[in-house]
């Protein structure tokens, strides 16, 4: 169900549509946020469709014009087509606002084709939210012909913001092709976005493991295959799986982490973990149990990341608790490049205490980055210490310079001022 639809549904199955809720009645004592839509000099005629759909346009009450609109186009069919566009035509409407995809949704049901080429050209319809809409309508009745229209589509904006509702419809149609298009697609930016919304589409349809099977069933990628679909593949239901069933999703990524689609799926599975439910703690202690290397350097790196951006006190308050182990130094690189900002003696005290000594030297640099930009002579005083190694600081110094001449650019391209 597009996105659209799901708005029509839910104001028609809800509080909006019966007597649920404070959306209903005299909306007891609340007050409609009043918009400024103005509609044009030439009303339509009372009592007609678009006198209608003009009405719900311009009510002030945003929630209710929509429920208006929604019930409206819920009743009409593609006879009332003019009338609807007519009435759309006399109010002064944002590009892509929500009655705008509404009125592409349900356009789009029984003409996807006129919908798809009035979105390209309408001021108010020329959005990929619009476009969104339409194609994934279209996809769903036929996906071949939604698929040569989306690649006749020129504006990139336009054309990036749609590939969702291209796979979405073509999954839901049931109709074949869909896997080979996205092969077709080769190594691309645009193959890595298609296969997002099919992964998606399996594990709400299927649940994570029905999604694992049907992705480990794929046969394996040949050497020549530069996209590597089935590790693409395996990424993004890890991604999509995690924040439903973490403790499954984890158990599908260390089974492959170490073959050859596994690369990234530590990762992939922590961070959902820790992104949908905080519970950093239990995910970090599952990657403990992981074997050493990078996958599991990374997975740790990029799960405290997320633990501490949404839950700071709380990650924090657990990593200074915990005892200091080698698995964890990835996290406490993390800590350290933040704690750089406010103290970055104390940053340095943090990166002196790491056994790696790789990292330790990218913790140096990550704390000299920082300290240069924000006090320059307390960092260069360090960086003259002898305490980093002279790679470190010719890193440091180096990159300091770049950012120089790339602001003294800046300023020199800047306008004088008037």
């Given at each position: 169900m597009s996105r659209a639809r799901w708005i029509i549904a839910l104001l028609l199955t809800t509080g909006f549509a019966g007597g649920i809720g404070f959306a209903v009645g005299?909306?007891?004592?609340?007050?409609?946020?009043?918009?400024?839509?103005?509609?044009a000099a030439t009303l339509a005629p009372n009592g007609s469709v678009a006198a209608a759909v003009q009405a719900a346009l311009l009510d002030p009450d945003r929630l209710a014009g929509v429920e208006a609109l929604a019930a409206l186009l819920r009743k009409s069919g593609p006879d009332q087509l003019a009338e609807i566009r007519a009435g759309f035509e006399t109010v002064f409407l944002d590009v892509a606002d929500i009655e705008v995809v509404l009125l592409a949704e349900w356009w789009a049901d029984f003409d996807p084709k006129a919908a798809f080429t009035w979105s390209q050209n309408s001021a108010i319809g020329h959005h990929p939210l619009v476009m969104h809409s339409v194609l994934e309508a279209w996809a769903?009745?036929?996906?071949?012909?939604?698929?040569?229209?989306?690649a006749g589509l020129v504006d990139p904006f336009l054309k990036r913001g749609s590939i969702d509702s291209l796979m979405?419809?073509?999954?839901?149609?049931?109709?074949?092709?869909?896997?080979?298009?996205?092969?077709s697609l080769g190594a691309s930016v645009d193959a890595l976005m298609s296969m997002s919304p099919i992964a998606r589409r399996h594990v709400l349809r299927d649940g994570p493991e029905g999604a694992f099977a049907?992705?480990?069933?794929?046969?394996?990628?040949?050497?020549?295959?530069?996209?590597?679909?089935?590790?693409q593949l395996f990424r993004r239901v890890v991604s999509a799986a995690a924040p439903i069933d973490p403790e499954k999703t984890a158990a599908f990524a260390a089974r492959h982490a170490n073959g050859p689609n596994g690369d990234g799926l530590l990762t992939r599975a922590a961070k959902g973990w820790v992104s949908q439910f905080g519970d950093g703690e239990k995910a970090m202690r599952w990657l403990s149990t992981q074997p050493d290397g990078k996958q599991r350097d990374d997975a740790v790196q990029e799960a405290y990341v997320a633990w501490s951006f949404g839950w700071r006190d709380q990650a924090t308050a657990w990593l200074l608790a915990a005892p200091h182990e080698l698995w964890?130094?990835?996290?406490?690189?993390?800590?350290?490049?933040r704690l750089a900002i406010t103290d970055p003696e104390a940053a340095l005290a943090v990166a002196r205490g790491l056994q790696n000594p790789e990292l330790r030297e990218i913790t140096f640099a990550s704390i000299g980055d920082t300290w240069l930009r924000r006090d320059p002579e307390a960092a260069r005083r360090w960086l003259a210490s002898g305490e980093p190694s002279e790679n470190v600081r010719n890193q440091?110094?180096?990159?300091?310079?770049?950012?120089?001449?790339?602001?003294?650019?800046?300023?020199?391209r800047a306008p004088a001022a008037p």
């Open positions: 005299e909306r007891q004592g609340r007050v409609a946020p009043a918009h400024t839509r103005k509609a769903r009745r036929d996906p071949l012909a939604a698929r040569d229209a989306y979405s419809g073509w999954d839901a149609s049931g109709q074949p092709g869909l896997i080979e298009y996205v092969r049907w992705a480990e069933a794929f046969p394996e990628d040949p050497p020549e295959d530069a996209l590597r679909f089935k590790l964890l130094e990835p996290a406490l690189l993390v800590h350290a490049a440091i110094l180096q990159r300091a310079g770049e950012g120089q001449q790339a602001s003294q650019a800046a300023d020199a």
